[in-house]
Protein backbone atom coordinates (compact mmCIF):
# COMPACT_ATOMS: atom_id res chain seq x y z
CA UNK A 1 0.00 0.00 0.00
CA UNK A 2 1.20 3.45 -0.85
CA UNK A 3 1.10 6.37 1.25
CA UNK A 4 -0.61 9.95 0.08
CA UNK A 5 3.01 11.43 0.57
CA UNK A 6 4.76 9.15 -1.15
CA UNK A 7 2.70 9.26 -4.46
CA UNK A 8 2.60 13.11 -4.15
CA UNK A 9 5.94 13.63 -3.68
CA UNK A 10 6.26 14.15 -7.26
CA UNK A 11 4.37 17.38 -7.55
CA UNK A 12 6.87 20.09 -6.94
CA UNK A 13 3.57 22.93 -5.90
CA UNK A 14 1.29 21.21 -3.50
CA UNK A 15 -0.42 21.86 0.32
CA UNK A 16 -2.05 19.06 1.92
CA UNK A 17 -4.66 19.72 4.76
CA UNK A 18 -4.16 16.11 6.63
CA UNK A 19 -1.44 13.45 7.22
CA UNK A 20 1.08 12.45 4.46
CA UNK A 21 0.74 9.00 5.89
CA UNK A 22 -2.82 8.78 4.90
CA UNK A 23 -2.92 5.16 3.00
CA UNK A 24 -4.17 5.23 -0.57
CA UNK A 25 -5.74 1.79 -2.33
CA UNK A 26 -6.56 3.61 -5.82
CA UNK A 27 -7.20 6.85 -8.23
CA UNK A 28 -10.47 8.24 -9.25
CA UNK A 29 -11.82 11.25 -11.04
CA UNK A 30 -16.01 9.61 -11.58
CA UNK A 31 -17.55 9.60 -8.45
CA UNK A 32 -19.33 6.31 -9.93
CA UNK A 33 -15.82 4.80 -10.04
CA UNK A 34 -14.49 5.67 -6.36
CA UNK A 35 -13.50 2.96 -4.53
CA UNK A 36 -12.98 3.24 -0.82
CA UNK A 37 -9.27 4.06 -0.65
CA UNK A 38 -9.22 5.65 -3.53
CA UNK A 39 -7.69 9.47 -4.43
CA UNK A 40 -10.13 11.42 -5.92
CA UNK A 41 -9.05 14.08 -8.52
CA UNK A 42 -11.34 17.04 -9.62
CA UNK A 43 -11.26 17.52 -13.03
CA UNK A 44 -13.03 20.15 -14.84
CA UNK A 45 -15.27 18.75 -17.94
CA UNK A 46 -17.06 19.73 -20.44
CA UNK A 47 -20.71 20.21 -18.37
CA UNK A 48 -19.38 20.20 -14.70
CA UNK A 49 -16.70 20.29 -12.57
CA UNK A 50 -15.37 17.49 -10.45
CA UNK A 51 -15.52 19.98 -7.44
CA UNK A 52 -19.25 19.23 -7.52
CA UNK A 53 -18.90 15.59 -6.76
CA UNK A 54 -16.51 15.61 -3.94
CA UNK A 55 -19.20 14.59 -1.49
CA UNK A 56 -20.65 11.83 -3.69
CA UNK A 57 -16.68 10.60 -3.82
CA UNK A 58 -16.28 10.64 -0.06
CA UNK A 59 -19.48 8.63 0.48
CA UNK A 60 -18.36 5.53 -1.95
CA UNK A 61 -15.04 5.54 0.14
CA UNK A 62 -12.10 8.38 -1.24
CA UNK A 63 -10.16 8.65 1.78
CA UNK A 64 -8.58 12.10 -0.04
CA UNK A 65 -9.81 14.91 -2.27
CA UNK A 66 -7.00 16.71 -5.28
CA UNK A 67 -8.26 19.98 -6.31
CA UNK A 68 -7.04 23.31 -7.26
CA UNK A 69 -9.18 25.30 -4.79
CA UNK A 70 -8.32 25.47 -1.02
CA UNK A 71 -11.38 26.30 0.37
CA UNK A 72 -13.42 22.67 -0.24
CA UNK A 73 -15.86 21.45 1.84
CA UNK A 74 -15.32 18.13 3.14
CA UNK A 75 -13.79 16.07 5.53
CA UNK A 76 -11.56 14.16 3.70
CA UNK A 77 -7.66 15.10 3.23
CA UNK A 78 -7.49 17.82 0.59
CA UNK A 79 -4.60 17.88 -1.55
CA UNK A 80 -4.59 21.59 -3.15
CA UNK A 81 -2.00 21.57 -6.55
CA UNK A 82 -2.22 24.81 -9.21
CA UNK A 83 -3.02 22.28 -12.03
CA UNK A 84 -5.29 19.05 -11.35
CA UNK A 85 -4.80 17.33 -14.31
CA UNK A 86 -0.75 17.71 -14.06
CA UNK A 87 -1.37 15.95 -10.90
CA UNK A 88 -3.33 13.55 -12.05
CA UNK A 89 -0.63 12.36 -14.87
CA UNK A 90 2.52 13.06 -12.67
CA UNK A 91 0.54 11.20 -9.42
CA UNK A 92 -0.82 8.04 -11.21
CA UNK A 93 2.78 7.56 -12.88
CA UNK A 94 4.14 7.40 -9.53
CA UNK A 95 1.19 5.44 -8.03
CA UNK A 96 1.82 2.58 -10.73
CA UNK A 97 5.30 2.86 -10.82
CA UNK A 98 6.60 4.40 -13.60
CA UNK A 99 5.48 1.21 -15.85
CA UNK A 100 7.18 3.65 -19.00
CA UNK A 101 10.39 3.42 -17.41
CA UNK A 102 10.32 -0.90 -18.42
CA UNK A 103 8.77 -0.70 -21.82
CA UNK A 104 9.42 0.38 -24.78
CA UNK A 105 7.20 3.38 -25.64
CA UNK A 106 6.65 4.63 -29.16
CA UNK A 107 3.84 7.04 -29.24
CA UNK A 108 2.42 8.05 -32.99
CA UNK A 109 0.26 11.57 -32.77
CA UNK A 110 -0.80 13.55 -36.56
CA UNK A 111 -4.11 14.71 -37.45
CA UNK A 112 -4.59 11.23 -40.17
CA UNK A 113 -3.10 7.85 -40.59
CA UNK A 114 -2.73 7.33 -36.54
CA UNK A 115 -4.69 4.13 -36.24
CA UNK A 116 -3.17 2.95 -39.17
CA UNK A 117 0.36 4.11 -38.66
CA UNK A 118 0.12 1.92 -35.22
CA UNK A 119 -1.40 -1.43 -36.19
CA UNK A 120 1.58 -1.42 -38.71
CA UNK A 121 3.90 -0.74 -36.02
CA UNK A 122 2.54 -3.10 -33.75
CA UNK A 123 2.47 -5.86 -36.65
CA UNK A 124 6.11 -5.01 -37.20
CA UNK A 125 7.17 -5.34 -33.67
CA UNK A 126 5.16 -8.21 -33.29
CA UNK A 127 6.52 -10.29 -36.10
CA UNK A 128 10.25 -9.80 -34.85
CA UNK A 129 9.33 -11.64 -31.52
CA UNK A 130 8.32 -8.86 -29.69
CA UNK A 131 5.76 -9.07 -27.15
CA UNK A 132 3.52 -6.10 -27.64
CA UNK A 133 0.58 -3.90 -26.60
CA UNK A 134 -1.35 -1.50 -28.61
CA UNK A 135 -3.66 1.41 -27.20
CA UNK A 136 -5.55 3.61 -29.64
CA UNK A 137 -9.14 4.56 -31.12
CA UNK A 138 -10.30 0.92 -32.62
CA UNK A 139 -9.18 -1.21 -29.49
CA UNK A 140 -6.42 -1.95 -27.04
CA UNK A 141 -4.91 -5.02 -26.56
CA UNK A 142 -2.51 -6.41 -24.44
CA UNK A 143 -0.02 -9.47 -26.15
CA UNK A 144 -3.14 -10.12 -28.54
CA UNK A 145 -5.47 -10.21 -25.70
CA UNK A 146 -8.15 -7.57 -26.92
CA UNK A 147 -10.27 -4.87 -24.68
CA UNK A 148 -12.48 -2.09 -26.36
CA UNK A 149 -11.01 1.82 -26.64
CA UNK A 150 -12.02 3.81 -23.70
CA UNK A 151 -10.57 6.53 -25.82
CA UNK A 152 -7.99 7.16 -28.10
CA UNK A 153 -5.63 8.18 -25.61
CA UNK A 154 -7.05 7.28 -22.07
CA UNK A 155 -7.06 9.75 -18.91
CA UNK A 156 -3.79 9.13 -17.19
CA UNK A 157 -4.88 7.36 -14.43
CA UNK A 158 -6.33 4.19 -16.92
CA UNK A 159 -3.14 5.20 -19.35
CA UNK A 160 -0.78 3.79 -16.34
CA UNK A 161 -2.86 1.54 -15.25
CA UNK A 162 -2.58 -0.47 -18.55
CA UNK A 163 0.67 0.11 -18.99
CA UNK A 164 1.32 -1.11 -15.34
CA UNK A 165 -0.68 -4.25 -16.68
CA UNK A 166 1.64 -4.56 -20.11
CA UNK A 167 4.51 -4.55 -17.77
CA UNK A 168 3.48 -7.30 -15.78
CA UNK A 169 2.39 -9.70 -18.48
CA UNK A 170 5.46 -9.43 -20.51
CA UNK A 171 4.72 -6.76 -22.70
CA UNK A 172 7.88 -5.29 -24.08
CA UNK A 173 6.91 -3.32 -26.73
CA UNK A 174 4.14 -0.28 -26.67
CA UNK A 175 2.75 1.18 -29.48
CA UNK A 176 -0.13 4.27 -28.93
CA UNK A 177 -1.81 6.59 -30.71
CA UNK A 178 -1.35 10.17 -28.86
CA UNK A 179 -4.49 12.31 -29.46
CA UNK A 180 -4.03 16.19 -29.28
CA UNK A 181 -6.92 16.50 -26.92
CA UNK A 182 -4.49 13.95 -24.71
CA UNK A 183 -1.60 16.41 -24.76
CA UNK A 184 -3.31 19.28 -24.29
CA UNK A 185 -4.96 18.02 -20.93
CA UNK A 186 -1.43 16.26 -20.19
CA UNK A 187 -3.18 12.74 -20.30
CA UNK A 188 0.34 11.34 -21.07
CA UNK A 189 3.06 13.27 -18.80
CA UNK A 190 4.72 10.54 -16.73
CA UNK A 191 5.47 8.43 -20.12
CA UNK A 192 8.65 8.31 -20.96
CA UNK A 193 8.37 8.28 -25.14
CA UNK A 194 11.51 6.57 -27.04
CA UNK A 195 10.32 7.05 -30.50
CA UNK A 196 7.38 9.64 -31.67
CA UNK A 197 5.81 9.82 -34.94
CA UNK A 198 4.27 12.61 -36.97
CA UNK A 199 1.90 11.08 -39.27
CA UNK A 200 0.63 14.82 -41.07
CA UNK A 201 -0.77 17.67 -39.18
CA UNK A 202 -3.82 19.45 -40.94
CA UNK A 203 -7.47 21.34 -39.40
CA UNK A 204 -9.07 19.40 -37.25
CA UNK A 205 -10.39 20.00 -33.85
CA UNK A 206 -10.71 23.67 -33.66
CA UNK A 207 -13.62 23.46 -31.21
CA UNK A 208 -11.13 22.25 -28.88
CA UNK A 209 -8.14 24.29 -29.72
CA UNK A 210 -9.41 27.54 -31.04
CA UNK A 211 -7.11 28.44 -33.23
CA UNK A 212 -4.40 26.20 -35.74
CA UNK A 213 -1.54 27.64 -33.54
CA UNK A 214 -3.02 26.13 -30.27
CA UNK A 215 -3.22 23.02 -32.28
CA UNK A 216 -0.02 22.80 -33.77
CA UNK A 217 1.41 23.68 -30.21
CA UNK A 218 -0.78 20.48 -28.19
CA UNK A 219 0.71 17.83 -31.00
CA UNK A 220 4.09 19.63 -30.72
CA UNK A 221 4.22 18.56 -26.78
CA UNK A 222 4.83 15.11 -27.83
CA UNK A 223 8.39 16.03 -29.18
CA UNK A 224 9.25 18.78 -27.01
CA UNK A 225 8.09 16.63 -23.87
CA UNK A 226 10.42 14.30 -24.89
CA UNK A 227 12.95 12.97 -22.89
CA UNK A 228 11.85 15.99 -20.27
CA UNK A 229 10.89 12.93 -17.89
CA UNK A 230 13.64 10.82 -17.92
CA UNK A 231 13.11 7.44 -16.51
CA UNK A 232 15.18 5.80 -18.94
CA UNK A 233 18.55 7.00 -18.41
CA UNK A 234 20.27 7.75 -21.63
CA UNK A 235 18.18 5.36 -23.67
CA UNK A 236 18.88 6.88 -27.39
CA UNK A 237 15.29 9.07 -28.02
CA UNK A 238 13.86 8.99 -31.76
CA UNK A 239 11.62 10.85 -33.77
CA UNK A 240 9.90 9.84 -37.27
CA UNK A 241 8.46 12.78 -38.71
CA UNK A 242 6.82 12.98 -42.26
CA UNK A 243 8.91 14.77 -44.40
CA UNK A 244 6.43 16.17 -47.07
CA UNK A 245 4.36 17.91 -43.95
CA UNK A 246 4.44 21.55 -44.29
CA UNK A 247 5.49 21.96 -40.55
CA UNK A 248 8.12 19.05 -40.70
CA UNK A 249 11.01 21.44 -39.61
CA UNK A 250 8.82 22.84 -36.74
CA UNK A 251 8.44 19.29 -35.77
CA UNK A 252 12.20 18.36 -35.96
CA UNK A 253 13.13 21.48 -33.76
CA UNK A 254 11.21 20.07 -31.04
CA UNK A 255 12.02 16.90 -30.44
CA UNK A 256 15.95 16.51 -28.50
CA UNK A 257 15.85 12.71 -30.13
CA UNK A 258 17.67 11.78 -33.19
CA UNK A 259 15.13 12.75 -36.73
CA UNK A 260 14.30 10.17 -39.16
CA UNK A 261 12.09 11.76 -42.02
CA UNK A 262 9.90 9.85 -44.56
CA UNK A 263 8.44 10.64 -47.76
CA UNK A 264 8.31 11.22 -51.29
CA UNK A 265 10.65 14.05 -51.17
CA UNK A 266 14.41 13.62 -51.96
CA UNK A 267 15.58 15.03 -48.32
CA UNK A 268 13.70 11.93 -47.04
CA UNK A 269 15.68 9.31 -45.34
CA UNK A 270 12.86 6.88 -46.27
CA UNK A 271 10.81 7.23 -49.32
CA UNK A 272 8.97 6.04 -51.77
CA UNK A 273 8.88 6.29 -55.45
CA UNK A 274 6.45 5.00 -58.45
CA UNK A 275 3.67 4.85 -56.47
CA UNK A 276 0.55 3.15 -58.19
CA UNK A 277 -2.69 3.16 -56.62
CA UNK A 278 -5.31 0.77 -57.66
CA UNK A 279 -8.49 -0.79 -55.70
CA UNK A 280 -7.43 -2.94 -53.37
CA UNK A 281 -3.70 -2.22 -53.09
CA UNK A 282 -0.81 0.02 -53.59
CA UNK A 283 2.39 -0.56 -55.19
CA UNK A 284 5.80 1.86 -54.61
CA UNK A 285 9.28 0.96 -54.84
CA UNK A 286 11.05 1.47 -51.27
CA UNK A 287 14.54 3.03 -51.15
CA UNK A 288 16.24 3.39 -47.58
CA UNK A 289 19.16 3.69 -46.11
CA UNK A 290 20.10 0.17 -46.11
CA UNK A 291 18.58 -0.46 -49.58
CA UNK A 292 15.63 -1.06 -51.58
CA UNK A 293 12.74 -2.98 -52.09
CA UNK A 294 9.42 -3.28 -54.07
CA UNK A 295 6.52 -3.16 -51.76
CA UNK A 296 2.48 -3.95 -52.32
CA UNK A 297 0.12 -3.24 -49.55
CA UNK A 298 -3.13 -4.75 -49.34
CA UNK A 299 -3.98 -1.34 -48.23
CA UNK A 300 -4.79 1.43 -51.02
CA UNK A 301 -4.48 5.52 -51.55
CA UNK A 302 -0.99 7.51 -51.10
CA UNK A 303 -2.09 8.20 -48.33
CA UNK A 304 -1.09 4.83 -46.92
CA UNK A 305 1.70 4.52 -48.50
CA UNK A 306 2.80 7.64 -45.87
CA UNK A 307 1.52 5.53 -43.02
CA UNK A 308 3.66 2.48 -44.68
CA UNK A 309 6.52 4.71 -44.75
CA UNK A 310 6.21 5.91 -40.75
CA UNK A 311 5.96 2.21 -39.93
CA UNK A 312 9.00 0.70 -41.74
CA UNK A 313 11.19 4.14 -40.46
CA UNK A 314 10.14 2.50 -36.86
CA UNK A 315 10.91 -0.67 -38.24
CA UNK A 316 14.11 0.27 -39.42
CA UNK A 317 15.03 2.12 -36.14
CA UNK A 318 14.74 -0.79 -34.28
CA UNK A 319 17.06 -3.24 -36.45
CA UNK A 320 14.14 -5.30 -38.43
CA UNK A 321 15.97 -6.03 -41.56
CA UNK A 322 14.37 -4.64 -45.24
CA UNK A 323 12.86 -8.45 -45.83
CA UNK A 324 10.80 -9.00 -42.75
CA UNK A 325 9.87 -5.16 -43.06
CA UNK A 326 8.52 -5.98 -46.82
CA UNK A 327 6.83 -9.47 -45.70
CA UNK A 328 4.89 -7.99 -42.80
CA UNK A 329 3.88 -4.57 -44.62
CA UNK A 330 2.86 -7.24 -47.56
CA UNK A 331 0.89 -9.26 -45.03
CA UNK A 332 -1.83 -6.72 -42.80
CA UNK A 333 -4.86 -6.43 -44.60
CA UNK A 334 -6.29 -3.14 -43.26
CA UNK A 335 -7.59 -1.51 -40.25
CA UNK A 336 -11.29 -2.44 -39.45
CA UNK A 337 -13.53 1.15 -40.94
CA UNK A 338 -10.32 2.01 -42.98
CA UNK A 339 -10.90 1.95 -46.68
CA UNK A 340 -12.86 -0.99 -45.80
CA UNK A 341 -14.43 -2.97 -48.86
CA UNK A 342 -17.84 -4.29 -48.49
CA UNK A 343 -18.32 -7.02 -51.04
CA UNK A 344 -21.74 -8.40 -51.81
CA UNK A 345 -21.35 -10.03 -55.10
CA UNK A 346 -22.48 -6.34 -56.61
CA UNK A 347 -20.60 -5.09 -59.65
CA UNK A 348 -19.75 -2.00 -58.11
CA UNK A 349 -17.46 -0.97 -55.15
CA UNK A 350 -18.66 0.10 -51.67
CA UNK A 351 -16.18 1.75 -49.41
CA UNK A 352 -16.35 2.37 -45.68
CA UNK A 353 -13.97 4.92 -44.36
CA UNK A 354 -13.30 7.21 -41.37
CA UNK A 355 -12.25 9.97 -43.02
CA UNK A 356 -13.96 12.98 -40.94
CA UNK A 357 -11.79 15.60 -41.42
CA UNK A 358 -11.53 17.63 -44.46
CA UNK A 359 -7.99 16.30 -45.25
CA UNK A 360 -8.93 12.43 -44.11
CA UNK A 361 -12.09 12.81 -47.12
CA UNK A 362 -9.79 14.42 -49.95
CA UNK A 363 -6.79 12.20 -49.43
CA UNK A 364 -9.55 9.12 -49.34
CA UNK A 365 -11.69 10.33 -52.60
CA UNK A 366 -8.80 10.98 -54.15
CA UNK A 367 -7.34 7.87 -53.89
CA UNK A 368 -10.93 6.40 -55.50
CA UNK A 369 -10.76 8.85 -58.20
CA UNK A 370 -7.48 6.99 -59.41
CA UNK A 371 -8.57 3.71 -59.67
CA UNK A 372 -12.54 4.41 -59.98
CA UNK A 373 -13.50 3.11 -63.62
CA UNK A 374 -17.09 5.52 -63.56
CA UNK A 375 -18.27 7.50 -61.05
CA UNK A 376 -17.05 8.32 -57.37
CA UNK A 377 -20.48 8.27 -55.17
CA UNK A 378 -19.78 9.88 -51.42
CA UNK A 379 -22.29 9.30 -48.63
CA UNK A 380 -20.98 11.94 -45.60
CA UNK A 381 -21.85 13.53 -42.73
CA UNK A 382 -19.95 15.81 -39.86
CA UNK A 383 -20.36 14.50 -36.01
CA UNK A 384 -21.96 17.09 -33.75
CA UNK A 385 -20.37 18.86 -30.71
CA UNK A 386 -16.87 19.48 -32.97
CA UNK A 387 -15.40 21.42 -34.61
CA UNK A 388 -18.00 23.34 -36.52
CA UNK A 389 -14.99 25.08 -38.77
CA UNK A 390 -14.39 21.58 -40.61
CA UNK A 391 -17.95 21.34 -41.60
CA UNK A 392 -18.01 23.50 -45.34
CA UNK A 393 -14.37 22.50 -45.93
CA UNK A 394 -15.52 18.65 -45.58
CA UNK A 395 -17.82 19.94 -48.30
CA UNK A 396 -15.89 21.44 -50.07
CA UNK A 397 -13.43 18.46 -50.17
CA UNK A 398 -16.15 16.04 -51.29
CA UNK A 399 -17.60 18.11 -53.63
CA UNK A 400 -14.41 18.63 -55.56
CA UNK A 401 -13.90 14.93 -55.53
CA UNK A 402 -16.91 13.55 -56.37
CA UNK A 403 -19.79 12.95 -58.80
CA UNK A 404 -22.37 12.58 -56.83
CA UNK A 405 -22.56 13.35 -53.18
CA UNK A 406 -25.80 12.45 -50.59
CA UNK A 407 -25.16 14.58 -47.79
CA UNK A 408 -26.41 12.67 -44.42
CA UNK A 409 -25.66 12.83 -40.56
CA UNK A 410 -22.83 11.61 -38.85
CA UNK A 411 -22.86 11.55 -35.05
CA UNK A 412 -25.15 14.35 -34.04
CA UNK A 413 -24.92 14.29 -30.71
CA UNK A 414 -26.47 16.97 -29.36
CA UNK A 415 -27.10 18.78 -31.98
CA UNK A 416 -29.80 19.39 -34.87
CA UNK A 417 -28.75 17.05 -37.80
CA UNK A 418 -30.39 19.49 -40.38
CA UNK A 419 -27.95 22.75 -39.26
CA UNK A 420 -24.94 20.84 -39.05
CA UNK A 421 -25.69 19.93 -42.80
CA UNK A 422 -26.30 23.59 -43.92
CA UNK A 423 -23.63 24.39 -42.06
CA UNK A 424 -21.89 21.80 -44.79
CA UNK A 425 -23.37 23.05 -47.32
CA UNK A 426 -21.68 26.49 -48.78
CA UNK A 427 -18.47 23.91 -49.31
CA UNK A 428 -20.06 21.82 -51.20
CA UNK A 429 -22.08 23.91 -53.22
CA UNK A 430 -18.66 25.85 -54.35
CA UNK A 431 -17.51 22.87 -56.32
CA UNK A 432 -20.52 21.15 -57.84
CA UNK A 433 -23.97 22.20 -58.41
CA UNK A 434 -27.33 21.29 -56.82
CA UNK A 435 -28.09 18.44 -59.76
CA UNK A 436 -24.80 16.71 -57.85
CA UNK A 437 -25.69 16.30 -54.69
CA UNK A 438 -29.09 15.24 -52.44
CA UNK A 439 -29.29 15.78 -48.94
CA UNK A 440 -30.90 12.61 -46.51
CA UNK A 441 -30.26 13.19 -42.74
CA UNK A 442 -31.06 9.61 -42.07
CA UNK A 443 -27.94 7.89 -42.58
CA UNK A 444 -29.59 4.17 -43.82
CA UNK A 445 -31.95 6.24 -46.13
CA UNK A 446 -28.94 7.78 -47.09
CA UNK A 447 -26.57 4.53 -47.56
CA UNK A 448 -29.58 3.03 -48.86
CA UNK A 449 -30.49 5.86 -51.94
CA UNK A 450 -26.28 5.29 -52.94
CA UNK A 451 -27.12 1.90 -53.13
CA UNK A 452 -29.77 2.47 -55.62
CA UNK A 453 -28.08 5.33 -58.00
CA UNK A 454 -24.93 2.85 -57.72
CA UNK A 455 -24.35 1.54 -61.38
CA UNK A 456 -21.71 -1.14 -62.90
CA UNK A 457 -17.92 0.09 -62.42
CA UNK A 458 -19.00 2.85 -59.92
CA UNK A 459 -17.30 3.51 -56.40
CA UNK A 460 -19.33 4.15 -53.69
CA UNK A 461 -17.95 6.04 -50.85
CA UNK A 462 -19.57 5.80 -47.44
CA UNK A 463 -17.40 7.70 -44.67
CA UNK A 464 -17.51 9.23 -41.32
CA UNK A 465 -18.00 6.27 -39.30
CA UNK A 466 -15.27 3.30 -40.58
CA UNK A 467 -15.41 0.95 -37.61
CA UNK A 468 -17.88 2.64 -35.54
CA UNK A 469 -21.18 0.39 -34.25
CA UNK A 470 -23.25 3.03 -33.22
CA UNK A 471 -24.86 6.44 -33.69
CA UNK A 472 -25.24 9.23 -31.08
CA UNK A 473 -28.08 11.30 -31.24
CA UNK A 474 -28.89 13.68 -28.36
CA UNK A 475 -31.06 11.73 -26.37
CA UNK A 476 -30.53 7.95 -27.45
CA UNK A 477 -28.14 6.26 -28.77
CA UNK A 478 -28.72 3.52 -31.46
CA UNK A 479 -26.75 0.46 -32.95
CA UNK A 480 -25.25 1.14 -36.30
CA UNK A 481 -22.69 -0.05 -38.24
CA UNK A 482 -21.53 1.32 -42.01
CA UNK A 483 -20.19 -1.80 -43.47
CA UNK A 484 -23.15 -4.28 -42.04
CA UNK A 485 -25.92 -1.92 -43.13
CA UNK A 486 -24.23 -1.48 -46.56
CA UNK A 487 -23.98 -5.21 -47.14
CA UNK A 488 -27.64 -5.59 -46.11
CA UNK A 489 -28.85 -3.13 -48.68
CA UNK A 490 -26.19 -4.60 -51.65
CA UNK A 491 -28.25 -7.97 -50.86
CA UNK A 492 -31.26 -6.58 -51.00
CA UNK A 493 -30.88 -4.96 -54.08
CA UNK A 494 -29.34 -7.88 -55.89
CA UNK A 495 -32.40 -9.89 -54.80
CA UNK A 496 -34.21 -7.36 -55.88
CA UNK A 497 -32.93 -7.29 -59.76
CA UNK A 498 -31.87 -10.92 -60.19
CA UNK A 499 -29.44 -11.19 -62.68
CA UNK A 500 -29.45 -8.01 -63.67
CA UNK A 501 -26.53 -6.78 -61.55
CA UNK A 502 -24.06 -8.88 -61.45
C1 LIG B 1 -16.26 15.35 -24.35
C2 LIG B 1 -15.15 15.53 -23.36
O1 LIG B 1 -14.27 16.30 -23.60
N1 LIG B 1 -15.18 14.79 -22.27
C3 LIG B 1 -14.17 14.86 -21.24
C4 LIG B 1 -14.76 15.48 -19.99
O2 LIG B 1 -15.87 14.69 -19.66
P1 LIG B 1 -17.25 15.38 -19.40
O3 LIG B 1 -17.39 16.63 -20.16
O4 LIG B 1 -18.23 14.28 -19.64
O5 LIG B 1 -17.14 15.73 -17.87
P2 LIG B 1 -18.23 16.47 -17.00
O6 LIG B 1 -19.51 15.74 -17.12
O7 LIG B 1 -18.21 17.93 -17.27
O8 LIG B 1 -17.66 16.22 -15.53
C5 LIG B 1 -16.50 16.90 -15.01
C6 LIG B 1 -15.75 15.97 -14.11
O9 LIG B 1 -16.64 15.48 -13.11
C7 LIG B 1 -16.57 14.09 -13.03
N2 LIG B 1 -17.89 13.58 -12.69
C8 LIG B 1 -18.95 13.80 -13.53
C9 LIG B 1 -20.20 13.30 -13.22
C10 LIG B 1 -20.39 12.55 -12.02
O10 LIG B 1 -21.46 12.05 -11.69
N3 LIG B 1 -19.30 12.38 -11.22
C11 LIG B 1 -18.08 12.86 -11.52
O11 LIG B 1 -17.13 12.66 -10.77
C12 LIG B 1 -16.11 13.63 -14.41
O12 LIG B 1 -15.38 12.42 -14.36
C13 LIG B 1 -15.18 14.77 -14.81
O13 LIG B 1 -13.88 14.52 -14.34
O14 LIG B 1 -13.82 15.47 -18.93
C14 LIG B 1 -13.40 14.13 -18.58
C15 LIG B 1 -12.45 14.23 -17.43
O15 LIG B 1 -11.34 14.95 -17.78
C16 LIG B 1 -12.72 13.48 -19.79
O16 LIG B 1 -12.38 12.15 -19.48
C17 LIG B 1 -13.71 13.45 -20.93
O17 LIG B 1 -13.04 12.95 -22.07
C18 LIG B 1 -13.71 11.91 -22.75
C19 LIG B 1 -13.03 10.57 -22.48
C20 LIG B 1 -13.65 12.14 -24.25
O18 LIG B 1 -14.22 11.42 -25.01
N4 LIG B 1 -12.95 13.16 -24.71
C21 LIG B 1 -12.71 13.37 -26.14
C22 LIG B 1 -12.93 14.81 -26.57
C23 LIG B 1 -11.29 12.99 -26.36
O19 LIG B 1 -10.46 13.00 -25.48
N5 LIG B 1 -10.96 12.60 -27.60
C24 LIG B 1 -9.62 12.24 -27.98
C25 LIG B 1 -9.57 11.89 -29.47
C26 LIG B 1 -9.65 13.07 -30.31
C27 LIG B 1 -9.09 12.76 -31.69
O20 LIG B 1 -9.80 12.20 -32.52
O21 LIG B 1 -7.94 13.11 -31.96
C28 LIG B 1 -9.20 10.95 -27.30
O22 LIG B 1 -8.00 10.83 -26.99
O23 LIG B 1 -10.04 10.04 -27.21
N1 LIG C 1 -1.79 9.47 -43.65
C1 LIG C 1 -3.02 9.89 -43.91
N2 LIG C 1 -3.24 11.11 -44.44
C2 LIG C 1 -4.48 11.56 -44.69
N3 LIG C 1 -5.60 10.84 -44.48
C3 LIG C 1 -5.45 9.61 -43.94
C4 LIG C 1 -4.16 9.07 -43.63
N4 LIG C 1 -4.33 7.85 -43.12
C5 LIG C 1 -5.65 7.62 -43.09
N5 LIG C 1 -6.33 8.67 -43.59
C6 LIG C 1 -7.79 8.86 -43.68
O1 LIG C 1 -8.21 9.19 -42.34
C7 LIG C 1 -9.11 8.19 -41.84
C8 LIG C 1 -8.76 7.87 -40.42
O2 LIG C 1 -7.55 7.13 -40.40
P1 LIG C 1 -6.96 6.66 -39.01
O3 LIG C 1 -8.04 6.07 -38.21
O4 LIG C 1 -5.77 5.82 -39.26
O5 LIG C 1 -6.56 8.09 -38.43
P2 LIG C 1 -6.52 8.64 -36.93
O6 LIG C 1 -5.50 9.71 -36.96
O7 LIG C 1 -6.28 7.53 -36.00
O8 LIG C 1 -7.98 9.23 -36.69
P3 LIG C 1 -8.62 9.63 -35.21
O9 LIG C 1 -8.07 10.98 -34.88
O10 LIG C 1 -10.08 9.71 -35.43
O11 LIG C 1 -8.24 8.58 -34.24
C9 LIG C 1 -8.98 7.00 -42.77
O12 LIG C 1 -10.20 6.31 -42.84
C10 LIG C 1 -8.57 7.64 -44.07
O13 LIG C 1 -9.72 8.12 -44.71
N1 LIG D 1 -12.10 10.96 -32.54
C1 LIG D 1 -12.89 11.77 -33.42
C2 LIG D 1 -13.74 10.85 -34.24
C3 LIG D 1 -14.80 11.50 -35.08
C4 LIG D 1 -15.65 10.48 -35.79
C5 LIG D 1 -16.91 10.98 -36.37
N2 LIG D 1 -17.71 9.82 -36.62
C6 LIG D 1 -17.65 11.95 -35.45
O1 LIG D 1 -18.46 11.47 -34.68
O2 LIG D 1 -17.44 13.17 -35.54
C7 LIG D 1 -13.72 12.78 -32.61
O3 LIG D 1 -14.25 12.39 -31.57
O4 LIG D 1 -13.77 13.92 -33.02
MG1 LIG E 1 -7.24 7.00 -34.30
Not at 152 to 173: H, N
Not at 305 to 319: C, D, F, H, K, R
Not at 424 to 441: M, R, T
Request: net charge negative; with cysteine.
Amino acid sequence: MKTLGSITDVLLHKKISGSPDLEISGIAYHSGKVRPGDLFFCLPGTRSHGRRYVEEAVAAGAVAVVSDMAELETSATVVTVPDVRMALALVSACFYDYPSRELAMIGVTGTNGKTTTTYLIDALLQNSGAATGLLGTVRYHIRGEEFPSLATTPEASELQAILRRMKDEGVTYTTMEVSSHALAWHRTIGCDFDTVVLTNITEDHLDFHQTFDHYLASKSKLFSWQGSFPLKGGRPRRAVINGDDKHWQHFADQTPGEVMLYGLSNHCHVRANDVKVERDAVNFRLETPVGGTEITLKMTGLFSVYNSLAAISVGLLEGIDLARIKAVMESVAGVPGRFELVDAGQNFTVIVDYAHTPDGLENVLQAAREFAPARVLTVFGCGGDRDRTKRPLMGEAAGKYSDYCIVTSDNPRSEDPEKIIDEILPGLENQIDKSAYEIEPDRKAAIRRAMELAQKDDVVIITGKGHETTQVFRDHTITFDDRQIAGELIRRRLKQDGDDIT
